[in-house]
């Protein structure tokens, strides 16, 4: 059973850094894309950042310069690098994984298989 478990969250001061990571277990290949999408109290979840297995990376305009995704293909895990980081950011963050790697960086969701539970990521004003 594939499971995807966020860690890294918290509460954050204006400005502030925050690292999450993302690690998938139960799989025994190198998984597709993965993203991290977050959920902001009553609000759609979005896409924030999404990589492929080749490192080609997509950001929401929002967290462009300021967000970095990674991964580790040999480990099938994931991070997002936050900086700068402002109320807005604050969202439950989920990271979300493909089986299978698609040409194009412009995923839907329903293109992910794997979700995990959410870490939670708030930032004081």
């Known amino acids: 059973q594939v499971q995807l478990v966020e860690s890294g969250g918290g509460l954050v001061q204006p400005g502030d850094s925050l690292r999450l990571s993302c690690a998938a277990s139960g799989i025994s290949f190198t998984l597709g894309h993965m993203a991290w999408y977050r959920q902001a109290p009553g609000k759609q979840r979005e896409l924030v950042a999404t990589i492929s297995s080749g490192g080609n990376t997509l950001y929401a305009y929002s967290v462009q310069g300021r967000f970095t995704i990674s991964r580790n293909n040999a480990q099938n895990t994931a991070w997002l690098q936050m900086s700068r980081q402002s109320v807005t950011d604050t969202a439950v963050y989920y990271c979300?994984?493909?089986?299978?790697?698609?040409?194009?960086?412009?995923?839907?969701?329903?293109?992910?298989?794997?979700w995990g539970q959410g870490t939670q990521v708030t930032g004081s004003s």
């Open positions: 979300a994984a493909c089986r299978r790697s698609y040409t194009s960086q412009r995923l839907r969701e329903s293109h992910y298989d794997y």
